[in-house]
């Protein structure tokens, strides 16, 4: 099974509905994130969180919240989906022990 | 302002050939780690090879190390004997103190065979 888990992988939706991407992890770790990632333009970071408790805007968070809702579970929502925040989304977490990011499978979302 | 800087766009090297994808970066840190992560067709994200700024030896797994030079923050990724498997796109990415990354734009390299 895989450590991290992003689900839908997939998913169409139109402008200004409200979207809910879901990040689950069997890792143990305390730390998880939100990236975007567009073509010419790498991984950008959104939010990032170090505990349940603890919650940290990234680089890019107009337009997106986040839920952390367990040590293991970490949700990404777009209260009104617009085109530009078509992308492919990926979930990481990571240890405060360790330097190593390691990333969910990813969620292509197309907003029509 | 932390940045990393991936001049390459696209590479091509023939298969069992060595090739050295190129990455700078730019912080005004002391102690940070560095990355190279593969990104093939499947889009999930692989860790290649990872280097402590601290460490003055280069690291290596396998096929792939890296040419870490501190002082002038660079940070390649040479692949040996390159396979078709190695097709994807090579993000380099480094970390600063509290877990924060900053990646590349990317180099997407094809493997002809």
């Known amino acids: 099974d895989a450590d991290v888990t992003q689900t839908p992988r997939n998913r169409i939706t139109k402008t200004g509905k409200r979207i809910m991407l879901e990040c689950s992890q069997t890792?143990?770790?305390?730390?998880m994130y939100w990236y975007r990632q567009d073509p010419g333009l790498g991984l950008r970071l959104i939010y990032y969180?170090?505990?349940?408790?603890?919650?940290n805007k990234g680089e890019i968070s107009d337009g997106y919240s986040v839920s952390r809702q367990a040590q293991a579970k970490f949700s990404l929502s777009l209260e009104s989906a617009i085109p530009n925040q078509t992308a492919l989304y990926f979930c990481?977490?990571?240890?405060?022990?360790?330097?190593?990011?390691?990333f969910g499978p990813g969620t292509r979302l197309t907003v029509l | 302002a932390q940045t990393v800087t991936q001049s390459q766009p696209e590479m091509s090297v023939q298969e069992a050939e060595t090739v050295t994808l190129s990455c700078t970066y730019d912080?005004?840190?002391?102690?940070?780690?560095l990355f190279w992560y593969k990104q093939p067709p499947s889009r999930q994200m692989i860790l290649v090879i990872r280097q402590e700024a601290y460490k003055q030896q280069n690291a290596t797994e396998n096929r792939f190390s890296v040419n870490f030079q501190k002082a002038a923050k660079s940070f390649s990724l040479k692949i040996s004997d390159s396979q078709l498997g190695d097709t994807a796109m090579y993000f380099c990415?480094?970390?600063?103190?509290?877990?924060?990354?900053?990646f590349g734009t990317g180099t997407s390299l094809t493997v002809i065979p």
């Open positions: 969180s170090f505990d349940v408790k603890d919650i």
């Open positions: 890792k143990g770790h305390d730390r």
């Open positions: 912080t005004s840190e002391n102690n940070y780690y």
């Open positions: 990415a480094f970390m600063v103190t509290g877990n924060q990354f900053y």
């Open positions: 990481a977490t990571s240890a405060h022990y360790t330097d190593t990011q390691y």
